[in-house]
Nanobody, 127 residues
Framework: QVQLVESGGGLVQAGDSLRLSCAASERTFSSYAMAWFRQAPGKEREFVAAFSRSGGTPYLADSVKGRFTISRDNAKNTVYLQMNRLKPEDTAVYYC????????????????????WGQGTQVTVSS
C-alpha cells in the first residue's frame, strides 16, 4: 500500500509562491499516476494537476494554468506542485493522490479514480 505525505503548505499573501511536495513510500512510484487535488471549506474536492502513469505532458486545471506547475522526481519518489501568483481563491487543503489502476496514458481528473491519498496540507492565501 502506498503512503503519501504532503508538505509545504502555509499562510501567504496574494501574489506569493509556494511549493508543495508529496513523498511516496512506494519504490515503484514511477508506475503510478499522480495528481494534486484541493478542497476548500464547504466545497467538493477539485482537480488541480496530474501526470498519467506513462508520465509525459501533465494536465492542469484551467483555473491554475500559467500559475501552477506539476513535476515529479522518480528518483526521490516525490511529486511537486509549484504554485506562483497565488490568489485568495487558491485557499484550500491540497491533497496528493496516486493510482496504478488508471489506464496508461490517461490523465485522470476525477478524484474517485485515485486509490491512495495523503493527509493534506493547508494553503491559505490572504488578500
Amino acid at each position: 500500500q502506498v503512503q503519501l505525505v504532503e508538505s509545504g503548505g502555509g499562510l501567504v499573501q496574494a501574489g506569493d509562491s509556494l511549493r508543495l511536495s508529496c513523498a511516496a513510500s512506494e519504490r515503484t512510484f514511477s508506475s503510478y499516476a499522480m495528481a494534486w487535488f484541493r478542497q476548500a471549506p464547504g466545497k467538493e474536492r477539485e482537480f488541480v494537476a496530474a501526470f498519467s502513469r506513462s508520465g509525459g505532458t501533465p494536465y492542469l486545471a484551467d483555473s491554475v494554468k500559467g500559475r501552477f506547475t506539476i513535476s515529479r522526481d522518480n528518483a526521490k519518489n516525490t511529486v511537486y506542485l509549484q504554485m506562483n501568483r497565488l490568489k485568495p481563491e487558491d485557499t484550500a487543503v491540497y491533497y496528493c493522490g496516486a493510482s496504478r489502476k488508471i489506464s496508461m496514458g490517461l490523465v485522470a481528473t476525477t478524484s474517485n479514480l485515485y486509490d491512495y491519498w495523503g493527509q493534506g496540507t493547508q494553503v491559505t492565501v490572504s488578500s
